[in-house]
């Protein structure tokens, strides 16, 4: 047991002593947060928009002004024909039109949106928006209720993305390099030749890392909930119990790779490529992943990250009950059993 202990306070000093990777472990999930939460968000607001109308009717000025007096459309000037409205979109002076036909008032229909379709994403989202504004005009045709999100920030689909994008980077970079770095230093022999056994040095180089990411999960859900406005909605005590279960699959999975990579350059190119891209592309973070092809949703199957997120969306935002997020958590836990036992297969009991 003291040479256990030992193993960890060692792996510790070491990664206390080193300033830039405590300035990347804490410094790039604040970073991050505040990027994703503030600055990168795909919220509808001040959509610079051009009023087409024959005449002005009262119906017709009431959802002109319903649209100006929301959050989300900028009424910028009326025209009397689309043409002229298109030619303004085209000479990037206004994003959409929407065109009120000359019988809008008697019929209360006859509306047509003209849009800057560049980024269709948007573009759907401009015209859903418009769309239920103008139809909401006269006291509610349509009564909306959106739950979970009522405000619509993306804030709440973009957090638990980055909780899982944030802790899987840093757990696995941080620790593919432990071993690695053993081997280039050459204290691979003392590692081999003490009573440790190597499911136990795995284990103490770990424990840092593992201290150390639980610490970045409670600093990322301060963040989301008082700075970003993120509702914590589930049990604290499960979203920290479930986080803690991927904190421990990313720590395998840094190990794995640290057991195959020979230096610690190859270890962070070899995570970086492994991870980074499907965390980001695969796992439900910036895409839907039922939106994909078939062929990549079998793909995203493989990736952890998505069934941390889709876990972490359950519970922090609906609010959901241990029992609604059993499938993820048993598929994370079989991913952290299958990383864990290929690294303590992988590790070398004697040096090459």
Wanted: charged residues 15%; contains cysteine; hydrophobic residues 55%.
């Amino acid at each position: 047991m003291k040479q256990f202990v030992s193993f960890i306070v060692k792996e510790a000093k070491h990664i206390l002593r080193d300033k830039r990777t405590m300035l990347i472990l804490f410094g790039m999930p604040v970073v991050m947060m505040l990027l994703f939460g503030f600055a990168i968000t795909n919220d509808v607001k001040n959509v610079r928009t051009v009023a087409v109308t024959s005449q002005m009717d009262h119906l017709t000025q009431a959802a002109l002004e319903r649209l100006s007096r929301s959050e989300y459309f900028t009424i910028t000037a009326t025209v009397a024909t689309p043409q002229e409205a298109e030619q303004m979109i085209r000479s990037q002076k206004a994003d959409m039109a929407v065109v009120f036909a000359p019988d809008f008032a008697s019929k209360q229909s006859g509306v047509q949106f003209i849009i800057d379709g560049s980024d269709p994403n948007m573009a759907q989202q401009w015209m859903n928006y418009a769309q239920g504004v103008i139809t909401n005009m006269q006291g509610g045709l349509v009564n909306t209720k959106m739950l979970y999100n009522p405000q619509m920030k993306s804030a709440y689909n973009f957090v638990p993305a980055i909780m899982g994008m944030l802790l899987m980077l840093i757990c696995a970079m941080m620790t593919s390099i432990s071993i690695v770095r053993e081997k280039e230093k050459g204290t691979m022999e003392v590692l081999l030749v003490s009573p440790v056994r190597p499911l136990l040095v795995i284990i103490a180089k770990a424990i840092p890392y593992l201290v150390l990411a639980f610490g970045i999960l409670i600093t990322i859900l301060l963040m989301a909930h008082f700075v970003l406005g993120v509702p914590l909605a589930g049990s604290v005590l499960w979203i920290i119990a479930v986080s803690v279960l991927y904190i421990l699959l990313a720590l395998s999975l840094g190990l794995l790779i640290s057991n195959i990579a020979q230096t610690q350059l190859v270890a962070l190119l070899l995570s970086a490529m492994v991870l980074l891209m499907p965390v980001i592309m695969l796992s439900g973070m910036v895409f839907p992943v039922e939106s994909m092809p078939k062929i990549l949703q079998w793909v995203a199957a493989v990736v952890p990250p998505r069934y941390y997120i889709d876990a972490m969306r359950k519970l922090m935002i609906m609010g959901v009950g241990i029992g609604e997020v059993l499938k993820e958590v048993a598929i994370l836990a079989g991913f952290t059993v299958v990383f864990l036992t290929i690294a303590l297969k992988k590790f070398n009991t004697r040096l090459e």
